[in-house]
């Protein structure tokens, strides 16, 4: 699985694109960020931001994980 475009963000999946930005926006909320998508993100600090990003990392982790074990592919959150 290994890419030319390493460090790059982009999208193996265009089709999953507003389902990630839809998963984006659910996180940001529940953090406390109302109307991230519209929010100026050089505006939000590198924690704001990360915070954002991990959390999606670790749901979609979580999700590859319970797909692999044949357990379901629910988006329940982590926390």
């Not at 991230?36 to 600090?45: F, S, V």
């Not at 044949?70 to 959150?77: H, I, K, N, R, V």
């Amino acid at each position: 699985m290994a890419s030319n475009n390493s460090g790059s963000n982009n999208i193996v999946v265009p089709e999953a694109k507003q389902a990630l930005n839809q998963m984006k926006a659910e996180i940001a909320n529940e953090l406390g960020l109302t109307n991230y998508e519209q929010i100026d993100k050089g505006n939000l600090t590198a924690r704001q931001n990360g915070y954002v990003g991990g959390y999606m990392t670790k749901r979609l982790v979580e999700m590859a994980q319970r797909q692999m074990s044949g357990s379901g592919t629910g988006t329940g959150s982590m926390r």
